[in-house]
């Protein structure tokens, strides 16, 4: 009599404990990157009452009789599905596709892991979570290389640390122009001594701008051939020369030339532009124009205006001066085992005895997955499905409690024999 109480006592206070986690499941169903949990049960020891005997001669065997003695917890597991994506419009959210996580840092030494992307950068630049954890990543060069911190030298083993956009990486520095190319057309039909002129600007090494203009002439001597020279005056070395082209409009000769001018500052003596014309032809335009683009490759110091995020977790800033360059990427680390990491709340895991230790990967490569910009991955809590739990687990609370009430019952009716 007394073992059907305990048993049913076991069913109460373990299916009070399914109702707990379900609560917290409901309760966190809009929690940003929140993992649903799962009970399941399991018998508890069982009294024997008598063992199994074998076969014998002219007698079969019996079984082992058991009375069980109640349930006991069996697991409460974590389940890492991901949740739905939720697109927020706002650049530095970032959702996994896949079994990746983001990393954290305390502040204290301690590594945080966590699919909750809902990040930002704070009034000194660090990018950080809600609760001012720091993402881990990879600082990055000009052409995307990995660094050994910002501003460090290259490093393609470098282990991931704290990012932020702050010093040198809010400010583009200047860069000399060094070569500019032209490409369009020069008008077949021009008249002998007919001239065309382009304007553009070249840069010192210290961002002064000074604007070039490139004046091109219709030959007054020879057929399918420009003389052209570059203006101001005060521009030397080669600052004239001559295209030749062929009866098909094809440039032949004198596609390549230097100018050097001295731009009076104190950023160089004398500044050295190689020209290339070979994207110049000579064909005869229907409105009767030259046309012509220039691109060189200096610009003038700018400031830190933008930040895009791409699916590779690459930062990439764009500045004033018209240069866009990555700053960092951002680590993803999988594990071999998810549902053993230990839960901290604030959306964070920690690494357990049964995790595993975290694969960091570059996001995109092997189980990590890749990043989605502008987007969070919401809870994988199942209302449904929830609900349904919750049904059966009343139900089961109330069976449980009638089987106290129903042994009540009969311990009262050995009390009243005396009677």
């Not at 917290?24 to 799962?38: D, H, L, M, Q």
């Not at 007054?220 to 203006?231: I, S």
Request: glycine residues 12%; proline residues 4%.
């Amino acid at each position: 009599m007394m073992r059907s109480m305990y048993a049913a006592v076991s069913g109460l206070r373990n299916h009070q404990t399914r109702m707990d986690v379900i609560g917290n499941n409901i309760a966190n169903v809009n929690t940003v990157g929140f993992k649903k949990s799962r009970v399941t049960f399991q018998d508890a020891f069982s009294q024997i009452l008598r063992g199994a005997s074998r076969p014998q001669q002219g007698r079969g065997g019996t079984n082992p009789m058991q009375v069980g003695l109640g349930m006991v917890l069996g697991t409460v597991d974590t389940i890492h599905t991901k949740g739905n994506s939720q697109s927020t419009g706002n650049m530095t959210d970032l959702a996994i596709d896949g079994e990746g996580y983001f990393m954290v840092n305390s502040g204290t030494g301690s590594l945080y892991y966590t699919r909750a992307g809902a990040f930002r950068f704070d009034s000194e630049g660090n990018f950080v979570n809600p609760s001012g954890l720091r993402v881990q990543g990879w600082y990055l060069d000009e052409q995307g290389n990995r660094l050994s911190g910002p501003g460090g030298s290259l490093d393609p083993t470098a282990a991931p640390s704290d990012l932020s956009v702050r010093g040198n990486l809010t400010k583009s520095p200047p860069k000399a122009t060094s070569s500019v190319c032209f490409t369009g057309n020069l008008h077949a039909d021009a008249a002998a001594g007919d001239s065309f002129t382009r304007n553009f600007t070249v840069y010192d090494k210290l961002g002064n701008p000074y604007s070039v203009t490139f004046e091109f002439t219709k030959s007054t001597t020879q057929v399918n051939q420009w003389e052209w020279r570059a203006l101001p005056a005060s521009q030397t070395g080669t600052a004239t020369g001559t295209l030749e082209f062929d009866a098909d409009g094809n440039l032949v000769s004198g596609g390549s030339a230097t100018l050097n001018f001295d731009p009076g500052t104190s950023a160089d003596a004398v500044c050295t532009q190689t020209i290339d014309f070979t994207g110049i032809t000579q064909y005869s335009d229907p409105k009767g124009e030259s046309s012509m683009a220039v691109v060189q490759d200096g610009y003038s110091f700018g400031d830190l205006e933008e930040l895009t995020v791409d699916a590779s977790g690459v930062v990439s800033g764009s500045y004033s001066n018209g240069v866009s360059r990555p700053l960092f990427q951002v680590a993803l680390a999988p594990f071999s085992n998810p549902a053993g990491l230990l839960g901290k709340g604030g959306s964070l895991y920690a690494v357990s005895n049964n995790s595993g230790e975290p694969q960091i990967e570059v996001p995109g490569k092997g189980k990590a997955g890749a990043i989605s910009p502008s987007s969070l991955e919401m809870s994988n809590v199942d209302l449904s499905e929830e609900f349904t739990d919750m049904i059966v687990t009343q139900r089961g609370f109330q069976a449980n409690s009638r089987v106290i009430t129903v042994s009540d019952e009969l311990l009262q009716e050995l009390v009243n024999l005396k009677r």
